[in-house]
């Protein structure tokens, strides 16, 4: 089951922050996050693992709700380099695979 | 050094044509995926390979085959070409057979486009 993310676009000025959320109906192993820029592949950013942890990637960090099935990505100060679409990606527990959320395009303006 | 490298970067074809996508990793890591991502940019698995062996096989036409000669290597061959077969196609590599707490490298994706 593919999981959630909202919003599904978000437009920004320089230095502003956002939020973008995933959700999830099954119960999940792990969340991952990646950042995909126009004709590019995706990029790993950070996975997180059940036991609500929460990681850091420079100004880039995200939180895991296992009990809601929730993770966030939280990106501060954003920068011009922050644009691109962002995508969760979860692995369920029984299964192993990495299914993919449908993405947030972010737009960062000067 | 490329992690992860695909070959070709852009196909076109007609339909109902044969075609091969490669990729090889050289990460030394255990498991390789082949995941299409479509013109909506949605994301799908589509294959897994362990040490060689298929561990993931989503619901595919049996037009798309793929192969594992080696660890490292992981292609992907599409029989009968149909219109809808045109997409981006990214092979991906992690350590570990994918539930464990590693990120995925993914190539750089093959365009393919079927006219």
């Known amino acids: 089951q593919q999981p959630v993310q909202s919003p599904q676009a978000v437009i920004l000025r320089e230095g502003e922050d956002a939020v973008i959320n995933c959700s999830s109906s099954?119960?999940?192993?792990?969340v991952h996050w990646y950042r995909q820029k126009h004709g590019e592949a995706p990029v790993f950013l950070m996975i997180?693992?059940?036991?609500?942890e929460q990681k850091g990637h420079e100004k880039i960090s995200a939180s895991f709700n296992e009990k809601k099935q929730q993770s966030s990505l939280y990106l501060t100060a954003s920068q011009l380099s922050y644009s691109g679409t962002y995508f969760c990606?979860?692995?369920?527990?029984?299964?192993?695979?990495?299914?993919f959320g449908q993405g947030t395009t972010l737009q960062v303006k000067p | 050094d490329t992690a992860v490298s695909q070959t070709p970067k852009y196909l076109v074809t007609q339909m109902g044509n044969d075609k091969s996508i490669k990729c090889e990793q050289n990460?030394?890591?255990?498991?390789m995926y082949w995941y299409k991502q479509d013109s909506k940019k949605f994301l799908k698995i589509m294959f897994s390979?362990?040490?060689?062996?298929?561990?993931i096989n989503e619901t595919v036409p049996n037009r798309f085959s793929p192969k594992s000669p080696d660890k490292a290597h992981l292609n992907l061959h599409i029989n009968s070409l149909e219109l809808g077969d045109s997409a981006v196609y990214f092979c991906?590599?992690?350590?570990?057979?994918?539930?464990?707490?590693?990120?995925?490298?993914f190539g750089s994706g093959t365009r393919l486009t079927v006219v």
């Open positions: 991906a590599s992690s350590r570990g057979s994918g539930r464990e707490h590693y990120g995925y490298t």
């Open positions: 099954k119960a999940l192993y792990s």
């Open positions: 997180l693992l059940k036991g609500g």
């Open positions: 990606g979860t692995v369920g527990s029984n299964t192993g695979k990495l299914i």
């Open positions: 990460l030394g890591h255990d498991t």
């Open positions: 390979y362990n040490n060689k062996e298929l561990i």
